[in-house]
Protein backbone atom coordinates (compact mmCIF):
# COMPACT_ATOMS: atom_id res chain seq x y z
CA UNK A 1 0.00 0.00 0.00
CA UNK A 2 2.60 2.58 0.92
CA UNK A 3 4.74 1.68 -2.10
CA UNK A 4 1.55 2.29 -4.19
CA UNK A 5 1.12 5.71 -2.79
CA UNK A 6 4.22 6.41 -3.42
CA UNK A 7 4.18 5.30 -6.94
CA UNK A 8 1.20 7.30 -7.21
CA UNK A 9 3.13 10.71 -5.76
CA UNK A 10 5.42 9.85 -8.10
CA UNK A 11 3.37 9.48 -11.39
CA UNK A 12 1.56 12.81 -9.56
CA UNK A 13 4.85 14.43 -9.83
CA UNK A 14 6.00 13.57 -13.14
CA UNK A 15 2.83 14.85 -14.90
CA UNK A 16 3.03 17.76 -12.92
CA UNK A 17 6.51 18.39 -14.14
CA UNK A 18 5.57 17.30 -17.64
CA UNK A 19 3.40 19.94 -17.72
CA UNK A 20 5.41 22.75 -16.99
CA UNK A 21 8.10 21.72 -19.06
CA UNK A 22 5.38 21.91 -22.00
CA UNK A 23 3.88 25.34 -20.81
CA UNK A 24 7.19 26.27 -21.02
CA UNK A 25 8.18 24.76 -24.20
CA UNK A 26 4.72 27.06 -25.63
CA UNK A 27 5.82 29.65 -23.84
CA UNK A 28 9.87 29.48 -25.75
CA UNK A 29 7.78 29.06 -28.97
CA UNK A 30 5.59 31.76 -28.74
CA UNK A 31 8.14 33.69 -28.05
CA UNK A 32 10.48 32.84 -31.20
CA UNK A 33 7.39 33.44 -33.42
CA UNK A 34 7.03 37.02 -32.50
CA UNK A 35 10.76 37.65 -32.82
CA UNK A 36 10.88 35.52 -35.46
CA UNK A 37 8.22 38.01 -36.90
CA UNK A 38 10.37 41.31 -35.97
CA UNK A 39 13.43 39.86 -37.54
CA UNK A 40 11.26 39.65 -40.78
CA UNK A 41 9.96 43.32 -40.44
CA UNK A 42 13.26 44.54 -39.73
CA UNK A 43 15.03 42.19 -42.74
CA UNK A 44 12.44 43.72 -45.00
CA UNK A 45 11.46 40.64 -46.37
CA UNK A 46 8.21 41.30 -47.02
CA UNK A 47 9.10 44.11 -49.50
CA UNK A 48 10.22 41.45 -52.18
CA UNK A 49 8.79 38.48 -50.77
CA UNK A 50 4.94 39.89 -50.60
CA UNK A 51 2.75 41.17 -53.12
CA UNK A 52 1.91 44.83 -52.71
CA UNK A 53 3.87 45.25 -50.23
CA UNK A 54 6.60 47.77 -51.20
CA UNK A 55 3.07 50.13 -51.95
CA UNK A 56 1.00 49.50 -49.57
CA UNK A 57 3.59 48.21 -45.99
CA UNK A 58 2.07 46.33 -43.56
CA UNK A 59 -1.47 47.28 -43.92
CA UNK A 60 -1.09 44.38 -46.14
CA UNK A 61 -2.96 41.54 -44.52
CA UNK A 62 -0.35 39.39 -42.63
CA UNK A 63 -1.97 36.10 -44.29
CA UNK A 64 -0.67 37.25 -47.83
CA UNK A 65 2.69 37.82 -46.36
CA UNK A 66 5.78 36.05 -47.90
CA UNK A 67 3.43 34.03 -50.24
CA UNK A 68 6.51 35.37 -52.83
CA UNK A 69 6.25 37.51 -55.90
CA UNK A 70 5.07 36.97 -59.53
CA UNK A 71 7.17 40.20 -60.88
CA UNK A 72 10.60 39.42 -61.73
CA UNK A 73 13.69 41.19 -61.20
CA UNK A 74 15.80 41.18 -64.29
CA UNK A 75 19.37 42.17 -64.46
CA UNK A 76 23.10 40.86 -66.21
CA UNK A 77 22.04 37.50 -63.54
CA UNK A 78 18.96 36.96 -65.68
CA UNK A 79 14.99 36.95 -63.66
CA UNK A 80 14.60 35.83 -60.32
CA UNK A 81 11.17 35.86 -58.31
CA UNK A 82 10.94 36.40 -54.37
CA UNK A 83 10.37 32.70 -53.45
CA UNK A 84 7.18 31.78 -51.62
CA UNK A 85 8.55 31.21 -48.20
CA UNK A 86 5.40 30.00 -46.35
CA UNK A 87 5.38 27.18 -48.78
CA UNK A 88 8.90 26.55 -48.71
CA UNK A 89 9.05 26.46 -45.16
CA UNK A 90 5.79 24.19 -44.91
CA UNK A 91 7.56 21.73 -46.83
CA UNK A 92 10.90 21.58 -44.95
CA UNK A 93 12.21 21.03 -41.53
CA UNK A 94 13.91 22.80 -39.51
CA UNK A 95 17.46 21.82 -40.11
CA UNK A 96 16.80 22.14 -43.80
CA UNK A 97 15.97 25.47 -43.53
CA UNK A 98 18.87 26.05 -41.31
CA UNK A 99 21.55 24.98 -44.14
CA UNK A 100 18.88 26.35 -47.29
CA UNK A 101 18.39 29.76 -46.05
CA UNK A 102 21.97 30.61 -46.12
CA UNK A 103 22.73 29.20 -49.86
CA UNK A 104 23.88 32.70 -51.35
CA UNK A 105 20.94 33.31 -53.95
CA UNK A 106 20.71 35.72 -57.21
CA UNK A 107 20.21 39.24 -56.77
CA UNK A 108 18.68 41.23 -55.57
CA UNK A 109 18.33 38.73 -52.69
CA UNK A 110 20.16 39.80 -49.98
CA UNK A 111 21.79 36.24 -48.78
CA UNK A 112 24.06 38.50 -46.32
CA UNK A 113 21.43 39.18 -44.24
CA UNK A 114 20.15 35.35 -43.60
CA UNK A 115 23.84 34.22 -43.31
CA UNK A 116 24.90 37.14 -40.49
CA UNK A 117 21.85 35.67 -38.33
CA UNK A 118 22.36 33.38 -35.68
CA UNK A 119 21.20 30.15 -35.73
CA UNK A 120 18.61 31.20 -32.85
CA UNK A 121 17.29 34.03 -34.46
CA UNK A 122 17.26 32.03 -37.88
CA UNK A 123 15.39 29.52 -36.18
CA UNK A 124 13.04 32.36 -34.94
CA UNK A 125 12.36 33.40 -38.74
CA UNK A 126 11.55 29.49 -39.62
CA UNK A 127 9.10 28.89 -36.93
CA UNK A 128 7.40 32.65 -37.38
CA UNK A 129 6.76 31.76 -41.05
CA UNK A 130 5.88 28.17 -40.46
CA UNK A 131 3.04 29.58 -38.03
CA UNK A 132 1.51 31.89 -40.91
CA UNK A 133 0.91 28.02 -42.28
CA UNK A 134 1.18 27.22 -46.21
CA UNK A 135 -0.59 29.83 -48.81
CA UNK A 136 -0.72 30.84 -52.52
CA UNK A 137 1.36 29.08 -55.42
CA UNK A 138 5.56 28.72 -56.27
CA UNK A 139 6.41 31.36 -57.44
CA UNK A 140 7.88 31.44 -61.56
CA UNK A 141 10.82 29.64 -62.49
CA UNK A 142 14.20 31.84 -62.51
CA UNK A 143 15.09 32.82 -66.14
CA UNK A 144 18.52 32.36 -67.64
CA UNK A 145 20.05 35.97 -69.21
CA UNK A 146 18.87 35.93 -72.50
CA UNK A 147 15.87 34.13 -72.00
CA UNK A 148 12.33 34.80 -72.52
CA UNK A 149 10.20 36.36 -69.53
CA UNK A 150 6.56 35.82 -69.44
CA UNK A 151 5.62 37.70 -66.50
CA UNK A 152 5.99 41.31 -65.60
CA UNK A 153 9.27 42.48 -64.21
CA UNK A 154 11.07 45.23 -62.95
CA UNK A 155 14.42 46.02 -64.85
CA UNK A 156 17.29 46.45 -62.62
CA UNK A 157 19.50 47.67 -65.56
CA UNK A 158 20.79 51.30 -64.85
CA UNK A 159 19.38 53.79 -66.91
CA UNK A 160 20.91 56.96 -67.81
CA UNK A 161 18.23 59.72 -69.39
CA UNK A 162 18.59 59.93 -72.49
CA UNK A 163 19.04 63.49 -73.92
CA UNK A 164 18.85 65.02 -77.41
CA UNK A 165 22.09 66.08 -79.04
CA UNK A 166 20.76 69.78 -79.01
CA UNK A 167 19.58 69.52 -75.33
CA UNK A 168 20.79 72.49 -73.11
CA UNK A 169 21.77 74.23 -76.47
C1 LIG B 1 15.27 43.05 -52.66
C2 LIG B 1 14.36 41.91 -52.69
C3 LIG B 1 14.45 40.86 -51.60
C4 LIG B 1 14.48 41.04 -50.23
C5 LIG B 1 14.48 42.34 -49.47
C6 LIG B 1 14.51 39.72 -49.65
N1 LIG B 1 14.50 38.77 -50.62
FE1 LIG B 1 14.61 36.73 -50.35
N2 LIG B 1 14.71 36.46 -52.36
C7 LIG B 1 14.58 37.45 -53.31
C8 LIG B 1 14.72 36.87 -54.63
C9 LIG B 1 14.63 37.61 -55.95
C10 LIG B 1 14.95 35.49 -54.42
C11 LIG B 1 15.23 34.43 -55.51
C12 LIG B 1 16.73 34.41 -55.75
C13 LIG B 1 17.19 33.35 -56.69
O1 LIG B 1 16.40 32.90 -57.54
O2 LIG B 1 18.38 32.96 -56.60
C14 LIG B 1 14.93 35.28 -52.98
C15 LIG B 1 15.14 34.04 -52.39
C16 LIG B 1 15.04 33.80 -51.02
C17 LIG B 1 15.21 32.51 -50.40
C18 LIG B 1 15.56 31.21 -51.09
C19 LIG B 1 14.30 30.43 -51.31
C20 LIG B 1 14.56 28.99 -51.70
O3 LIG B 1 14.35 28.65 -52.88
O4 LIG B 1 14.95 28.22 -50.85
C21 LIG B 1 14.98 32.70 -49.06
C22 LIG B 1 15.04 31.63 -47.97
C23 LIG B 1 14.70 34.09 -48.86
N3 LIG B 1 14.75 34.74 -50.07
C24 LIG B 1 14.38 34.65 -47.63
C25 LIG B 1 14.33 36.03 -47.40
C26 LIG B 1 14.20 36.62 -46.09
C27 LIG B 1 13.97 35.84 -44.80
C28 LIG B 1 14.29 37.97 -46.27
C29 LIG B 1 14.32 39.04 -45.20
C30 LIG B 1 15.46 38.98 -44.29
C31 LIG B 1 14.45 38.22 -47.70
N4 LIG B 1 14.47 37.01 -48.34
C32 LIG B 1 14.54 39.47 -48.28
C33 LIG B 1 14.39 38.80 -53.08
C34 LIG B 1 14.46 39.41 -51.84
Redesign the pocket.
Known amino acids: MKTRNRGLACAALLFWMSGTAFAAGEAGLARDIERGRY??TL???N???TPGFMEKGPEVPEGQWLTGLGIG?SGPWGT????N?RR?VASITEEQWMV??R?T??P???SY??QSMTDEDLRA?YRYVRSLGSAGQDAPA?VAPGGKVDTPFFDFVPQVEQRSAHAGH
Open positions: LVGGCDCHFTYPALIRAVRLPMPVLVY
